[in-house]
């Protein structure tokens, strides 16, 4: 499994995801991103999950500690994945849940959600 972030263009941040997703590696990767943050800082997230195989079988994945202390940071969040993910990975996200939009794209509509991102 693969977890990677990457400052593209302006508040543009692209969240890579690939194979089988563990709590420890994503938040290792998502916290370090965050403290890199100046205070003022808000970012628009791109998702990017290819070849992602779901969740590893873990209690922690209820903590919510950095969705509380950064979810209002996180202004627009769009998802690009295969659609047999769609419900588990919006719902991942946090949608419904939080202030900032979240938006499923198919593979082929990688550029439709950059530009929805820019909105």
Do not use: C
Not at 28 to 40: C, K, L, P
Not at 83 to 88: F, L, S
Request: aromatic letters at 12%; proline letters at 3%; a negative charge.
């Amino acid at each position: 499994m693969a977890v990677t972030i990457q400052k593209e263009e302006g508040d543009l941040r692209v969240l890579r995801i690939s194979g089988m997703l563990k709590k420890k590696e994503f938040d290792a990767v998502i916290n370090a991103e965050a403290r890199s943050w100046e205070s003022q800082t808000h970012v628009r997230l791109l998702v990017l999950a290819e070849g992602f195989q779901g969740w590893e079988q873990n209690e922690e994945w209820g903590d919510l500690s950095f969705f509380l202390k950064y979810g209002d940071r996180i202004d627009k969040i769009a998802i690009v994945a295969d659609p047999k993910w769609e419900d588990d990975l919006t719902m991942f996200a946090g949608s419904g849940f939080r202030r900032a939009p979240v938006k499923f794209f198919r593979p082929s509509q990688s550029i439709s959600a950059r530009e929805w991102l820019k909105e």
